[in-house]
Structures are given as C-alpha cells and as structure tokens.
C-alpha cells in the first residue's frame, strides 16, 4: 500500500490531452515538492517534473505538473505512442522523514 | 552529463550480505545529497535511504533500518549501500541516484535477489 494515491491505468488516444493523479496528505503533498517520473519497462526512471511543475531541460512541454492542496497531477497534452508507459509521483514525508511514492499509473496509448 | 553506475548485485541466500557501490562522474559528487531507490520485480519505486554530502545525515525507510547502512566517499566519488540480514523481500533493482527530497538523475541500477 503506497502512501501517495494514483490510478493504477489511465489511457488515451493519440492527440488526446490526458491527465494523472496524485493524491497525498499534509505531511507530504501537503507541505512539500511534487515530483513526477516516467519509466519504460526494463529501463531506469527519469525525472519529468520537479517542484511541483518545473521540467528538467529535455522534456518536451506536452508535460506539465500542478499541486493544489494535498493533491497533485501530471498532465500529457498532444498525446502520442511513444508516452506509453509507468508515472510515479513522488514528495518528501515529513512525518516519515523519507520520500514517498505514489504506486505507479501505466499509461496506454490507444 | 551525469553517470551513475551501479555494481555488486547478484544472488544471495536468507540472512547473508551484500555490498553494493555507485561510482559517480560528470558532476561534483561530493556537492549533491545522494539516494537509493529499489523496485521489486513487477513492483513500484520504493526510497530506501539517502546521505547528506558530508555523510553526516542518513534517513532510511523503516524497513531496512538495522539491516541497510548507506555511506559515502567523497575521495572516490562513490556511494556505498552494505545490506545485511538479507530477506526474501528485500529482492529488487537496486537504483541509485542524486538528490535529497527527491530522486533526480539515476543510474541503470543492479538486481540483487535474494534466495535459497
């Protein structure tokens, strides 16, 4: 059981604007960064956001990460076969003193 | 351009040991809060422990407390996670990375499984 909440799947087509949600509390999301990754089977995790909504130089800005509260969410605009894959969101826990992530939404591109 | 490489995966048995290293370049080592991260075959991404740049502060998921001891050397650009009491559970890609309240640049990672 994972401390930050996502849907398990999401989909789209290609085109499609498609969004990812993140859910936490206040010693978490609540009271620090949001940080998104991307992963493809077999491969390492790559940052896509930082603090919430900055993208690492790279990323293309069909990408865009927002915090509102306790919740976050990834966004994917312009939708194509090759975003097919895991997105793990992640913060700080300041209860825990350790970082925290969300179980992972495989995204499939229809 | 950072690099990260991990080394000293491999199979070990219940309660045994294991040291793993990630030798780091292309960027001040010694500058950067460093992490790691594991994921379970078919699981997700779990934090396991980070490092101040000095070595100093250590945070570790209560899981692996007493068991997992992250370290550092600054001279050899090298993070350092020695693994003791080894339990079925704690099988997993091994992944280490830069940053402190979250992962940034992460290496390809090294499987460690244990068992009998």
């Known amino acids: 059981q994972s401390v930050l909440t996502q849907p398990p799947s999401a989909s789209g087509t290609p085109g499609q604007r498609v969004t990812i949600s993140c859910s936490g509390t206040?010693?978490?999301?609540?009271?620090?960064?949001v940080y998104w990754y991307q992963q493809f089977p077999g491969t390492a995790p790559k940052l896509l956001i930082y603090?919430?909504?900055q993208r690492p130089s790279g990323v293309p800005d069909r990408f865009s990460g927002s915090k509102s509260g306790t919740s976050a969410s990834l966004a994917i605009s312009g939708l194509r076969s090759e975003d097919e894959a895991d997105y793990y969101c992640?913060?700080?826990?300041?209860?825990?003193?350790?970082?925290?992530f969300g179980g992972g939404t495989k995204l499939t591109v229809l | 351009e950072v690099l990260l490489v991990e080394s000293g995966g491999g199979l070990v048995q219940p309660g045994g040991s294991l040291r793993l290293s990630c030798a780091a370049s292309g960027f001040t080592f010694s500058s950067y809060w460093m992490c790691w991260v594991r994921q379970a075959p078919g699981r997700g991404l779990e934090w396991v422990a980070n490092i101040k740049q000095d070595g100093s502060e250590k945070y570790y998921v209560d899981s692996v407390k007493g068991r997992l001891t992250i370290s550092r050397d600054n001279a050899k650009n090298s993070l350092y996670l020695q693994m003791n009491s080894l339990r079925a559970d704690d099988t997993a890609v091994y992944y280490c990375?830069?940053?402190?309240?979250?992962?940034?640049?992460w290496g390809q990672g090294t499987l460690v499984t244990v068992s009998s």
């Open positions: 992640a913060a700080w826990d300041d209860s825990l003193s350790g970082v925290v």
């Open positions: 990375a830069t940053g402190q309240l979250a992962p940034y640049s």
């Open positions: 206040s010693s978490n999301i609540g009271s620090n960064y």
């Open positions: 603090r919430n909504n």
